[in-house]
T-cell receptor, first 111, second 119 residues
Framework: DAKTTQPPSMDCAEGRAANLPCNHS???????VYWYRQIHSQGPQYIIH???NNETNEMASLIITEDRKSSTLILPHATLRDTAVYYC????????????FGTGTRLTIIP | DAGVTQSPTHLIKTRGQQVTLRCSPK?????VSWYQQALGQGPQFIFQ???????QRGNFPDRFSGHQFPNYSSELNVNALLLGDSALYLC??????????????????FGPGTRLTVL
């Protein structure tokens, strides 16, 4: 079973920041938080991951609470192409551990 | 650099038949994972192949089997197809753990999937 809880859907206006929450209250000390997204009719795409520090890359920022029980993915300037299902996943990183997907958050960017 | 490729893109079969799906990993990757995604659901892990051996397996029956070839490409076989096997089948590849590259801890790169319809 997925170890994360996400809202089923969210809307965001184009050009605004999209903030996608995720709860992972049972996360273990050796588990990272990963975010993937899936645009319609495509395979999932990696976005970002983190352990306990906030992370930023060219796609997004990841904010993890100090107790690591929740996190927020931030898309700073959402575009129509960001419309997708976003999955929050907790996962150990040694070896090639499988990804356990939940049902994710369907993000719709409104023009 | 080609990403993960899968064939065919679409496939229609009838109940009881057998199907083989194919996956070529991203260049430099040696591990292949397979996922099943039913409509409206997140992908579910089927199994993973590394060094031509099944290394991990999800909660799928023995009707689902696989193979990895020396060139790291992989096949997913499903026997005795059921209506419930209709889904998008995704292949993901990941690089060697000792690649030394600053990758996302064995980030998995997904292909576009094969849409299987069982009638």
């Amino acid at each position: 079973d997925a170890k994360t809880t996400q809202p089923p859907s969210m809307d965001c206006a184009e050009g605004r920041a999209a903030n996608l929450p995720c709860n992972h209250s049972t996360i273990s000390g050796n588990e990272y938080v990963y975010w993937y997204r899936q645009i319609h009719s495509q395979g999932p795409q990696y976005i970002i991951h983190g352990l306990k520090n906030n992370e930023t890359n060219e796609m997004a920022s990841l904010i993890i609470t100090e107790d690591r029980k929740s996190s927020t993915l931030i898309l700073p300037h959402a575009t129509l192409r960001d419309t997708a299902v976003y999955y929050c996943i907790v996962r150990v990183t040694f070896g090639n551990e499988k990804l356990t997907f939940g049902t994710g958050t369907r993000l719709t960017i409104i023009p | 650099d080609a990403g993960v490729t899968q064939s065919p893109t679409h496939l229609i079969k009838t109940r009881g038949q057998q199907v083989t799906l194919r996956c070529s990993p991203k260049s430099g990757h040696d591990t292949v994972s397979w996922y099943q995604q039913a409509l409206g659901q997140g992908p579910q892990f089927i199994f993973q192949y590394y060094e031509e051996e099944e290394r991990q397996r999800g909660n799928f029956p023995d009707r689902f089997s696989g193979h990895q070839f020396p060139n790291y490409s992989s096949e997913l076989n499903v026997n005795a197809l059921l209506l419930g096997d209709s889904a998008l089948y995704l292949c993901a590849s990941s690089p060697p753990s000792t690649s030394g590259r600053s990758l996302a801890h064995n980030e998995q790169f997904f292909g576009p999937g094969t849409r299987l319809t069982v009638l």
